[in-house]
């Protein structure tokens, strides 16, 4: 399966600030989605992030808060805008290879916490 | 009814033994069902996929699918203490390109 590496491991933010996240994957991949995982829960999908199109947002996120691009089919990124505590997760990206219909492989995640 | 459900456990299993993981879904025409395991402070791991109905083995591991039920297991046979995890059920709902995960549920293997 794909390598993937994600950008920053971990960081510590102020509130009202914003941090990008990037996720580099090894090969050319098909679909590339981004997931929030709160402390304790499980996976929620935020969006799919499209190669050369706007991402298609999941129910109760919103482009301006999570804003994402993707400019190859290797390369995406997320920025988590205008940060509250709440916003304190781990970020995961998720890959999904032409070869393995709809099996995701997952980075290793961005562990966010906002004070 | 969420899309995906799991026991949340935590589930405890005597080493050696069988450790068996139950996952329930809404869609009826679900086609893709997928177990990750999640170490803490690890990203999920995918173990096993299943699409048809009935037995998937690899290893120690073996997925079960019955889709007249929305029921998808996961036993893991000879149980190892590094079996302990939490195990994520995930179900591609037909024509979604994407993945609804379970709650996971948190299994624990007593040496």
């Known amino acids: 399966s794909a390598v993937i590496s994600q950008k920053p491991s971990r960081d510590i933010c102020q509130r009202g600030t914003s941090l990008t996240i990037q996720c580099q994957v090894d090969?050319?991949?098909?679909?590339m989605f981004w997931y929030r995982q709160q402390p304790g829960q499980s996976l929620t999908l935020i969006a799919t992030?499209?190669?050369?199109?706007?991402?298609?947002?999941e129910s109760g996120f919103v482009i301006d808060k999570f804003p994402i691009s993707r400019p190859n089919l290797t390369f995406s990124t997320l920025t988590v805008s205008n940060m509250s505590p709440e916003d304190s997760s781990i970020y995961l990206c998720?890959?999904?290879?032409?070869?393995?219909?709809?099996?995701?492989?997952f980075g290793p995640g961005t562990r966010l916490t906002v004070l | 009814q969420k899309e995906v459900e799991q026991n949340s456990g935590p589930l405890s299993v005597p080493e050696g033994a069988i450790a068996s993981l139950n996952c329930t879904y809404s869609?009826?025409?679900?086609?893709?069902f997928f177990w990750y395991r999640q170490y803490s402070g690890k990203s999920p791991e995918l173990i096993m996929s299943?699409?048809?109905?009935g037995d998937k083995e690899d290893g120690r591991f073996t997925a079960q699918l019955n889709k007249a039920s929305q029921y998808v297991s996961l036993l893991i046979r000879d149980s190892q203490p590094s079996d302990s995890a939490t195990y994520l059920c995930?179900?591609?709902?037909?024509?979604?390109?994407?993945?609804?995960f379970g709650q996971g549920t948190r299994l624990t293997i007593n040496p």
């Open positions: 299943i699409y048809s109905n």
């Open positions: 992030a499209n190669q050369g199109s706007e991402a298609t947002y």
């Open positions: 090969s050319q991949v098909t679909m």
């Open positions: 998720s890959v999904e290879e032409a070869s393995s219909t709809d099996t995701q492989y």
């Open positions: 869609d009826r025409v679900s086609q893709s």
């Open positions: 995930a179900v591609n709902p037909q024509g979604a390109q994407k993945l609804v």
